[in-house]
């Protein structure tokens, strides 16, 4: 069974430019989380999707980001403009049940976004 | 300060040494407790979760979980080279899905 795949694993930009990352989350995981880390920090979430509907937004930076998942499959995460703030690392990952905190999240190896 | 606090290391021991691996929290409402693994250039992959207080031991880790203190905590018996990779902590509360994590630890055995 394929895992949690993201595509690029690594993009590197100019500020200004816009960037979109792909996530392609296990087959039937309803549930598709993205997530950041940036370089010494700690893990953040961002937002998560149920099927195609914004679950919670909650996360996300601001409105230079937006996030979508076309048919409640791959999900998209867009970045326009990119400041340099942005340069980390994004992480998607998907589950099959409901949002407990309990359940198993399997995640992809993440974009590593660099933002000159 | 941070919610949760994890020193980032890295901590560096013998192979077959015992590992102690640590975060402390500030928030009483986190119920779930998880130690994720992550390799250089992977994703985190979870290793142990608990609930509430406790211990929890699957094969040679041993996870605690010590609500009274909001200090939880990793083991690693018989460390293997292969054991070497950063460990992130991360927790939530009930009805709450969004993990809050720790910093992560980069643990190196050194054979």
């Known amino acids: 069974e394929a895992g949690v795949t993201q595509f690029p694993s690594h993009s590197v930009i100019e500020k200004g430019q816009t960037v979109t990352l792909r996530c392609d989350p296990i087959s039937g995981h309803d549930n598709l989380y993205w997530y950041r880390r940036v370089m010494g920090k700690e893990i953040k979430f961002l937002l998560h999707f149920v099927k195609e509907s914004k679950q919670d937004e909650s996360g996300m930076p601001n409105n230079r980001f937006l996030a979508e998942r076309t048919g409640g499959t791959y999900s998209t995460l867009k970045v326009q403009p990119a400041e340099l703030e942005d340069s980390g690392v994004y992480f998607c990952a998907s589950s099959l049940l409901g949002a407990a905190t309990n359940e198993k999240l399997f995640f992809g190896s993440g974009t590593q976004l660099s933002v000159l | 300060q941070k919610e949760v606090e994890q020193d980032p290391g890295p901590l560096s021991v013998p192979e077959g040494a015992i590992v102690s691996l640590n975060c402390t929290y500030s928030?009483?409402?986190?119920?779930?407790f998880m130690w994720y693994r992550q390799y250089s250039r992977k994703g985190p992959e979870l290793l142990m979760y608990?609930?509430s207080s406790g211990n929890k031991e699957d094969g040679r880790f041993t996870a605690q979980v010590d609500k009274s203190s909001k200090y939880i905590s990793l083991f690693i018996r018989d460390s293997q080279p292969s054991d070497s990779a950063t460990y992130l902590c991360a927790m939530g509360e009930d009805s709450n899905y969004q993990l809050i994590w720790g910093a992560g630890t980069k643990l190196i055995i050194k054979p």
């Open positions: 928030n009483s409402a986190f119920q779930y």
């Open positions: 608990t609930y």
